[in-house]
């Protein structure tokens, strides 16, 4: 496995692995910044020694972009991109533009060793782990913004404009980089892979963006980077988060259907847990236009503080089969 700081190396690198640089520039292997953290177990290709000849198959590239301080819930993607591609690119960048707190972004956890060894050891082929300057040089001037309520509603109104901004430049960025085949979101931030797959679409990006289940701990609450700083006590209040969602599933299957009891009954379990709610919402799954009845399916968001630490969540409801008698209402 190996690590690279530029897009030049990031391209350099793929078109190795890809088998179309591999005669003429030499690149792949002179560009890279070294940090070599061992084989990639599972990788079948792209660090360079499996590049195959021009006349192969074309190979697959898949990425998975994130924030690094990896956990389970990265390394679920990371399968999930193994499982479907040749080469495997993990991007790891703090996005300074898409935090809307200093304070956040100050804090968020920074551990790129620690990372290269669990991403060497899941199947990641190339990490690329860029400098701010190399994301934002002098003079950057362009802006990415998805508008409309799929950016503008939950996150983008509890973080501001700036916060989807941010991601939509960033991964636009990252894809246009590497042009994979395939990059691999979590459904954690169900809105984020929304406006990603809004943002690929309409730029004409040729990347399938692949959603994955949020991966949880065996309580429940759902992976973050930002767990990492909550209190053992903290921790315990936010388990309000995923029984609010479990306790909206079950309702609905019982036959509830009406947004507003689900909401407020989801915030009085939040509130009860001591956890400060910044919005619970019912919404469209795909546009995110707010529901007031769960008819056919609607997506359940979260967001609160446990602490200091903010946190976010979702779930699908859905409406049992209303041909069923019982859900008749
Ligand atoms: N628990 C999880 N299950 C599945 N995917 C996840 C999970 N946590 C994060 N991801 C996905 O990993 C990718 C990178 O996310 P990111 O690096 O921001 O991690 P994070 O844990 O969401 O961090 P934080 O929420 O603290 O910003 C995103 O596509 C995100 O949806
Ligand atoms: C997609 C992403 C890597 C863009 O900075 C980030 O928002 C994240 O980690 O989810
Ligand atoms: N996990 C989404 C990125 C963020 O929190 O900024």
Partial sequence: MRIVRTIAELRAALAEARGAGAAGSG????????????????????????????????????????MGALHEGHLSLVRAARAENDTVVLTIFVNPTQFDEAADLAAYPRQEERDAALAAGAGVDLIFAPEPAEMYPSGFATTVRVSGALAETLEGAARGAAHFDGVATVVSKLLLAALPDSAYFGLKDAQQLLVVRRMVADLGIPTRIVACPTSRDPDGLARSSRNVRLSAETRSRALAIPQALEAAIDAVGSGERDAGRLVRRAEA???????????????????LETVHRVDTTALLAIAARAGEVRLIDNAILQRANPAHPDEEE
């Fill in 27 to 66: 690149a792949a292997g002179s560009g890279a910044t070294g940090s070599g953290s061992g084989s990639a177990g599972s990788g079948s290709a792209g660090s360079g020694a499996g590049a195959s000849s021009a006349d192969a198959a074309p190979r697959r590239v898949g990425m998975v972009p994130t």
């Fill in 269 to 287: 379990t939040l509130a009860a847990a001591g956890l400060a709610v910044e919005y619970v919402a019912i919404v469209h799954p795909e546009t």
